[in-house]
């Protein structure tokens, strides 16, 4: 698996280069500077860190282009009825943005059911409690990033019979895994809880 964190760090590089050229000319601009925190933080395209040693999947991809994913949270997911399910709805929305590859759609799917695993997993966090914290978070980042990694080449391939014959490759078993920590963490009553701050 090293080699797909290699080949998916080297992709990630480019737009993250692209989004910091972004960034920077818009800090030039003055758009982007905060009177409160004093400074060029108001508009920020991506946070690097956050995604290489964040840990957990929603944290990678909320600072993955983060002020579409604030686009996205205040005018898709808190304005669309729960019984719709905002969270799905907001990366199908988010696949419609990027174009009409299916492969989007599988994409934005798996980013879906990655984002629910890692919630479940969160909420249920005291599973994991003989682990060192250390520990817990070097493996929450590993897991985390191979999540998306494995998926995000899937999001470059652009036709479904490459898709295919990539994930059949490995007998589909990453999105299996996700189907079956989802219906076990629906199945599983749990307190309501919220993220932790950030």
Same mark, same amino acid.
């Given at each position: 698996?090293?080699?797909? *964190?290699?080949?998916?760090?080297?992709?990630?590089?480019? *737009?993250?280069?692209?989004?910091?050229?972004?960034?920077?000319?818009?800090?030039?601009? !003055?758009? =982007?500077?905060?009177?409160?925190? $004093?400074?060029?933080?108001?508009?920020?395209?991506?946070?690097?860190?956050?995604?290489?040693?964040?840990?957990?999947?929603?944290?990678?991809?909320?600072?993955?282009?983060?002020?579409?994913?604030?686009?996205?949270?205040?005018?898709? *997911?808190?304005?669309?009825?729960? $019984?719709?399910?905002? @969270?799905?709805?907001?990366?199908?929305? =988010?696949?419609?943005?990027?174009?009409?590859?299916?492969?989007?759609?599988?994409?934005?799917?798996?980013?879906?059911?990655?984002?629910?695993?890692?919630?479940?997993?969160?909420?249920?966090?005291?599973?994991?409690?003989?682990?060192?914290?250390?520990?817990?978070?070097?493996?929450?980042?590993?897991?985390?990033?191979?999540?998306?990694?494995?998926? !995000?080449?899937?999001?470059?391939?652009?036709?479904?019979?490459?898709?295919? @014959?990539?994930?059949?490759?490995? *007998?589909?078993?990453?999105? +299996?895994?996700? +189907?079956?920590?989802?219906?076990? !963490?629906?199945?599983?009553?749990?307190?309501?809880?919220?993220?932790?701050?950030?």
């Amino acid at each position: 698996m090293w080699y797909i *964190y290699i080949a998916m760090f080297a992709a990630r590089c480019l *737009y993250y280069v692209a989004w910091k050229l972004t960034d920077t000319a818009i800090s030039i601009s !003055g758009i =982007s500077y905060d009177e409160t925190t $004093k400074k060029f933080d108001k508009i920020v395209s991506v946070d690097i860190w956050n995604i290489e040693f964040g840990d957990s999947a929603k944290t990678m991809i909320d600072s993955w282009n983060h002020m579409t994913a604030v686009w996205l949270k205040h005018y898709v *997911y808190e304005r669309c009825p729960k $019984k719709f399910g905002p @969270t799905f709805v907001t990366f199908m929305v =988010s696949a419609f943005w990027h174009g009409f590859y299916p492969n989007y759609y599988w994409f934005f799917f798996n980013a879906f059911l990655i984002t629910e695993c890692s919630w479940i997993v969160f909420k249920n966090r005291h599973l994991f409690s003989f682990m060192p914290p250390k520990v817990r978070a070097i493996l929450a980042n590993f897991v985390s990033l191979q999540s998306i990694s494995l998926h !995000g080449i899937g999001f470059a391939l652009l036709t479904l019979d490459k898709v295919h @014959t990539y994930f059949s490759s490995m *007998y589909y078993f990453h999105t +299996i895994g996700m +189907i079956i920590i989802f219906a076990l !963490g629906k199945a599983i009553p749990t307190k309501s809880e919220k993220w932790k701050p950030e």
